[in-house]
């Protein structure tokens, strides 16, 4: 038999994820049956325009799910935990962007064009990665691929709106507050982010890592199948951006690997850019990527900490490979999977 168009539910659609989730549902020309949106009660009873039309944003309830087939949810990691299993029970696939389910083994964790197969595991939840990860996945697979990683390391300078819409208003006031001298008591962060940068993203484990430094460590392994042996060390670090997150990333190689032959390759790499001409102060800034769909690549060097390594930087836009695109994708999968 064969299916007809899915009946689609966006939950977390008034929030700074889900917002860019309807755009991109738009540009992708995503076909469906129905659609619905879903928020919290303070948002219940508002408008949102989507293809024209004007729709009523609903509370979620556990009746939300009903009839539903894929539901694309950024509304964190509680509100996850409280409807991803009532949407699997009512047999809806639930596309979650928190990290509430992350690390489940019956949770597929999934970029797209990256581990597909891994969604045919799936058991009504799917997982979409944290946005640092979800950026290198795409030119860190191709030269997996071909050069096998055996260590790396990372540094991330992440854009304030990949803590939301609260954390993009704060660098508004605090940049205006430190133009003009006047205090200001942060809210969304720790320290000020006006004209500063904190290098502490979420909360601190026993090992002096930060949570976002392990889902990078954790994450990375998951989606890339690598065992225990790959080690994994990240630095994650909140700069006074808006929108794109940058990477610089050491990594070490089984085989031996030069910067020339794998400038060529991240170039054929699908949904990759490569900008790399020093020559010509060509390289990729958060503001190349902004608004954009690759994953931007340049600064690509043999390393001179490794003997088989490669040292390079790599920008993207965090609401949508890192987080919204990539939900579109997936969900575009399961569809084009027939996996719903
Ligand atoms: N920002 C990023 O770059 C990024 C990247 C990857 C993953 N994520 C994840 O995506 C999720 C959303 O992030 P965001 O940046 O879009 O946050 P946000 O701008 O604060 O939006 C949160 C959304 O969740 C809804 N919501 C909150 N509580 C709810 C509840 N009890 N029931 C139903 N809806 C509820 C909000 O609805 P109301 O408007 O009604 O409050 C709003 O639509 C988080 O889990 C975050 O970790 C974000």
Redesign the pocket.
């Known amino acids: 038999m064969t299916k007809s168009l899915p009946n689609l539910a966006v939950?977390?659609?008034?929030?700074?994820?889900?917002r860019e989730i309807l755009n991109i549902l738009v540009e992708n020309n995503v076909e469906f049956n129905s659609i619905k949106f879903?928020?919290?009660k303070?948002?219940a009873g508002s408008t949102i325009e989507f293809k024209g039309k004007t729709y009523t944003i609903e509370e979620?309830t556990d009746n939300s799910f009903d009839g539903v087939n894929i539901c694309l949810a950024?509304?964190?990691?509680e509100?996850s935990k409280r409807f991803a299993p009532v949407s699997a029970s009512k047999g809806c696939v639930f596309i979650d962007?928190?990290?509430a389910f992350r690390m489940d083994d019956n949770v597929p964790l999934v970029i797209a064009g990256v581990n597909d197969e891994d969604l045919r595991k799936h058991k009504g939840i799917i997982a979409?990665p944290?946005?640092s990860t979800s950026q290198l996945m795409l030119p860190l697979k191709a030269l997996d691929d071909k050069y096998k990683v055996k260590r790396m390391i990372v540094s991330t300078y992440q854009a304030v709106?990949?803590?939301?819409?609260?954390a993009i208003n704060e660098l508004t006031e605090n940049t205006k507050t430190n133009l003009v001298a006047m205090p200001y008591t942060p809210s969304a962060f720790k320290y000020e982010i006006g004209f500063n940068v904190i290098p502490q993203i979420d909360v601190f484990c026993d090992n002096g890592y930060t949570k976002e430094e392990m889902k990078v460590t954790n994450e990375t392994r998951k989606i890339l199948h690598f065992n225990n042996d790959v080690k994994i060390s990240c630095t994650a670090v909140r700069v006074p951006v808006y929108v794109g997150h940058s990477e610089a990333v050491s990594v070490e190689f089984e085989k031996e690997v030069n910067a020339l032959d794998a400038r060529e390759l991240l170039k054929q790499t699908k949904d990759v850019e490569v900008i790399d001409d020093v020559s010509n102060f060509k390289y990729p800034t958060p503001k190349d990527a902004a608004g954009k769909n690759p994953v931007y690549v340049g600064r690509i060097r043999n390393s001179i900490a490794f003997d088989t390594g490669l040292d390079f930087f790599c920008v993207a836009d965090?609401?949508r490979i890192?987080?919204a695109l990539n939900t579109v994708r997936i969900a575009q999968k399961v569809i084009e999977m027939k996996l719903w």
Do not use: Q
Request: proline share 0%; aromatic share 0%.
């Open positions: 939950l977390g659609a008034t929030g700074v994820v889900g879903l928020a919290s303070k948002s979620a950024s509304a964190g990691g509100t962007n928190s990290s979409n944290n946005c709106s990949g803590a939301g819409l609260k965090n609401l890192g987080a």
